[in-house]
């Protein structure tokens, strides 16, 4: 569990760093979803994702790490390398070998060092364990560190200084490090605003293991437009804080997802990736929502 | 010619129903060019373009006209659109039979009439005249107007107040009314600075012109991805104000302007137009410009 305090000391620590990004929103958007919509809009963040968030509040409390090394194909693999730039200290991230050239050039840019021959989803992790032992690096976790909870709730902790409390809000489910961070400032700070967790029904893995009452893993890794979300099981540190602070867990259509990016892209005029559709999603399916919803856009790293 | 004061004078009519819109940079995008670079950002502004600027300025100096009517297949459409709601009365746009349906329904979508059924270059002016005489509307010009021409600088006496001088602004050219309204403000408030226009190769008219001392008309119009400029021929209005106030025009290829649009999505995340990508483009041919740019975004009118 983590607390306010713990998301409080993490904005402190990353304040002189990252950016407070905008709320945003579209008159044209929420008239033609009779909503009132407020969009908490990363995609403006450094590296172009909340991600930098978790990542920096981990690698600032190490006490000078001798380098930084994770496991990942997407936005936390930037947030890891921008933070051993911060640190100044060597980088390593583990890519699956069939990640995109673009993103191992974007990993690259940051100046972190890509291993990927022969990395697959089988043994990933325990190449991640191998580099972290023999060269003494610390092995900063995508979402199952209280760290990085700490750090991702950090968005939302702008976000209530931003704006008033909305009826709802909407936050895209991985492995649950963003949830369970967001979670716990919402409920703290706005009790009555509900926290509603946005997975594809492909990778609904969070939604079945609350209903289960314990952590259910998926026999194979979702395959979604939301790259972002392709988790198989909710983290054990995360999970929990799901248990205590998320209201519920709702799955959307691959389809929902592209027309959700579709419209934020036409109305906000913003570059978002097809993950960040999925706060919106459930809007297009009908799904029975509040009137004033708070949207959590994780990031913009997409290129049409 | 028109004067700092009509544009002050737009911008006060103007105030209570557009938006003051942001000057936006980016970091990455600064360091990958070697320039720092403040991005006017009228993609944000309503109906998704500066357009609506000039066409409301216009529309507001009538008197109680009993319609508008205009030619337009782009955002001076949607612009004038607008500008009728705001007036509460009818509103005609004639377009190109062959211009997309999706343009089409943007205009409908303002409440406008679409008259399209046998339209072409040829004939598009000619169909404008006869609605606005036998039917009473006003035709609102795309750019040859003083009234749109003062609307169209309100964007860069709003730049002027937003930062300090840069040594040079960059703005897209079709008919000149963009640029004659922003060279009027910059080179009254700030003289020293700079003021560029930019075309594509293939539809230089306005450098043409400029070198030949008068208005000269390509021989078709010209086939070019930045379609918010596909004019023929700088206006008969806005052409002295380019000859007095303009430094200099610069054609870029096309290759370039879509690679700047690029640059614009990736570095800003921000959707815009390839039209959009024409003040970008001459850095990315090498082009000499000093060090501190101010661009003018057109318009984010455009969906991957």
Not at 182 to 198: C, D
């Amino acid at each position: 569990m983590i607390t306010l305090e713990d998301v409080r000391g993490a904005a402190g620590r990353l304040a002189p760093h990252i950016h407070r990004t905008p709320v945003l929103s579209s008159g044209s958007l929420d008239r033609l979803l009779g909503r009132e919509l407020l969009f908490k809009s990363e995609h403006l963040q450094k590296t172009g994702s909340f991600k930098v968030r978790g990542a920096l509040n981990a690698a600032l409390q190490l006490g000078g790490p001798r380098g930084l090394v994770t496991l990942s194909s997407g936005n936390h693999a930037q947030g890891v390398a921008f933070a051993s730039r911060v640190l100044g200290v060597p980088c390593v991230v583990v890519m699956y070998e069939d990640a995109s050239e673009t993103k191992k050039a974007a990993v690259r840019s940051y100046g972190a060092v890509v291993v990927d021959e022969g990395v697959s989803r089988l043994n990933g992790e325990e190449r991640v364990r191998t580099i972290a032992e023999e060269r003494g690096f610390h092995y900063i976790h995508a979402y199952d560190d209280p760290h990085v909870m700490a750090g991702q709730g950090t968005q939302a902790l702008e976000f209530t200084e931003q704006t008033g409390a909305p009826d709802a809000v909407l936050v895209a489910v991985g492995g649950g490090g963003m949830i369970s961070g967001i979670a716990t400032v919402i409920k703290t700070v706005w009790p009555e605003t509900r926290v509603i967790g946005v997975e594809p029904e492909a990778g609904d893995d969070t939604r079945r293991s609350l209903l289960a009452g314990e952590r259910i893993r998926l026999e194979a890794p979702p395959r979604t437009v939301a790259d972002g979300v392709q988790t198989m099981m909710p983290g054990a540190l995360t999970f929990p804080v799901v248990q205590k602070h998320v209201d519920e867990v709702l799955a959307v259509r691959e389809e929902s997802i592209v027309e959700a990016q579709r419209l934020m892209m036409r109305h906000l005029k913003q570059v978002v990736e097809p993950t960040a559709g999925l706060p919106l999603a459930p809007l297009l399916e009908g799904a029975e929502l509040p009137q004033r919803l708070g949207l959590f856009v994780c990031g913009g790293n997409w290129l049409p």
